[in-house]
């Protein structure tokens, strides 16, 4: 039942910045967490950033200090913000919702990084 909308994705150079968007149709604050996983080919999806109801963070040691995620609550919409980008960090990205019963996930976004 909850619906989300990514937005941001693309190609950018190593060293680049890009901000995905992840637009929730349910408020963010009935959520209990809201983040971001990867998955490149041949890879297992991992947990990039995750949020939690009450504004505490997690992050992949790998992206720890380069990737900042926020939120918006009048847009019920959490950001992405990565910098430095690294060959990497290319992959599908997809944004994910966790309810008491279910997680729900967008439709992925493409982040290819190369020169």
């Known amino acids: 039942q909850v619906q989300l909308v990514e937005s941001g994705g693309g190609s950018v150079q190593p060293g680049g910045s890009l901000r995905l968007s992840c637009a929730s149709s349910l408020s963010i604050f009935e959520l209990p967490s809201m983040g971001w996983y990867r998955q490149a080919p041949g890879k297992q999806r991992e947990s990039v950033a995750v949020i939690t109801r009450s504004g505490s963070t997690t992050y992949e040691n790998s992206v720890q200090g380069r990737f900042t995620i926020s939120r918006d609550a009048a847009k019920s919409t959490v950001y992405l913000q990565m910098n430095s980008l690294q060959p990497g960090d290319a992959s599908v990205y997809y944004c994910?919702?966790?309810?008491?019963?279910?997680?729900?996930w967008g439709p992925g976004n493409q982040v290819p990084v190369s020169s």
């Open positions: 994910t919702a966790a309810s008491r019963a279910t997680q729900y």
